[in-house]
């Protein structure tokens, strides 16, 4: 994979970030709702209890241990799409009883959750810190110019009289 590809693939990670359907405001009393982990969030004034997509399809896999993406989208209302980003992202894993899993998006292998195998995650933050390194250190600059301006090696600026 090329730097230019892999400068690509970062990007689209960051824009495609998925909010779940947060619930931002009480559907009982309007107020405003707090989050409290895993998904659940919890009215400030009512003290209502309600879930994001990821709560939802988190409660739905613990009471229902191997289910399918299509049963948990049937039963939750949660995407299927979403679904499939909560397993990309790590939140959620394929049970080891199932036919099913993910290819690692490097090499194609089986891998249960995640977007990389193990062997290929290790070699891609690899090389995000080299790439890192070397624009911190005048490889890659990013636009930036790490050449001195002639005429500053060891001068003073200034002078007092």
């Not at 191997?66 to 949660?78: D, F, L, P, R, S």
């Not at 979403?82 to 990309?88: E, T």
């Not at 070699?123 to 636009?143: I, N, P, V």
């Amino acid at each position: 994979m090329s730097r230019e590809e892999r400068i690509e693939m970062l990007k689209k990670e960051f824009t495609e970030i998925n909010t779940y359907n947060r619930p931002t405001y009480c559907s009982e009393c309007g107020g405003v709702m707090v989050f409290k982990g895993l998904g659940e969030y919890q009215c400030e004034k009512c003290g209502f209890m309600d879930y994001d997509d990821y709560g939802k399809a988190r409660n739905y896999v613990e009471r229902h241990s191997g289910a399918n993406a299509a049963e948990v989208a049937k039963a939750t209302g949660v995407s299927q799409k979403s679904i499939r980003d909560m397993l990309k992202e790590g939140k959620l894993e394929i049970a080891q009883n199932s036919v099913i899993f993910l290819k690692c998006e490097i090499c194609g292998s089986m891998i249960r959750s995640g977007k990389y195998c193990q062997k290929c995650e290790a070699t891609y933050h690899k090389d995000l810190e080299e790439m890192a390194r070397k624009a911190r250190h005048g490889g890659d600059t990013f636009g930036y110019s790490t050449e001195r301006r002639k005429g500053e090696d060891g001068a003073k600026r200034f002078t007092r009289e």
